[in-house]
């Protein structure tokens, strides 16, 4: 059974750099799309954007100048970078499989999602 | 505002049936999915395609897709299925993700 787990700070300062890493178990990285999502408090999904394992990207053309998504294939791992940081990016940070174009670009597995805080 | 739309909330009573609608031009080119989201959980998808369970989703959950709109429809709701659904496809560019607001249901 595929798991996936998101690691990273739980709190961040205005201005500076969230990075995050979800760990990939169970399974291989490999010949699927991944991708971050978030949820701010009390409100709805946002998709961030999604990495293919060799590498493609796309990105929320909201997000598109402060969002960096990378992937580790040596250590099952893809990561995510959003820099200059502001308040409106606190929210739980979810990381998902893509299970791709056979079933249309669905979220098939989620981590349990973490909370990071943007505060001084 | 988003690409896909979604009634904000939706009550049901235990044991009967109740469709919950997603709207947007990208549904004429691109089937969505659907997930449900309990109070402090992940979301789990429910349904996608044109209508397709994942493994171990109850058949009371169905799917369907007319011109711009995609709906999901819980036939003999129980009182577990009260939750956040939200929908999701791809966007008008066909590259990018988007979900709809999310629709609260209420289980009376």
């Known amino acids: 059974q595929v798991q996936l787990q998101e690691s990273g700070p739980g709190l961040v300062r205005p201005s500076e750099t969230l990075s995050l890493t979800c760990t990939v178990s169970?399974?291989?990285?490999?010949?699927?799309?991944w991708s971050w999502i978030r949820q701010p408090p009390g409100k709805g999904l946002e998709w961030i954007g999604y990495?293919?394992?060799?590498?493609?990207?796309n990105y929320n053309p909201s997000l598109n100048s402060r969002v960096s998504i990378s992937v580790d294939t040596s250590k099952n791992q893809f990561s995510l970078k959003l820099t200059s940081v502001t308040a409106a990016d606190t929210a739980v940070y979810y990381c998902a499989r893509v299970c791709g174009a056979d079933c249309f670009f669905a979220f098939d597995m989620w981590g349990q999602g973490t909370v990071v805080t943007v505060s001084s | 505002s988003s690409e896909l739309t979604q009634d904000p909330a939706v009550s049901v009573a235990v044991g009967q049936t109740v469709r919950i609608t997603c709207q947007g031009d990208s549904l004429r080119r691109y089937y969505a999915s659907w997930y449900q989201q309990k109070p402090g959980q992940a979301p789990i998808l429910v349904m996608y395609?044109?209508?397709n369970r994942p493994s171990g989703i109850p058949d009371r959950f169905s799917g369907s897709s007319s011109r711009n709109t995609a709906s999901l429809t819980i036939t003999g709701t129980q009182a577990e299925d009260e939750a956040d659904y939200y929908c999701n496809s791809r966007a008008s560019s066909g590259n990018h993700l988007v979900f709809g607001p999310g629709t609260k249901v209420t289980v009376l």
């Open positions: 990495i293919y394992y060799r590498g493609n990207i």
């Open positions: 395609g044109k209508n």
């Open positions: 169970g399974g291989s990285i490999s010949n699927y799309y």
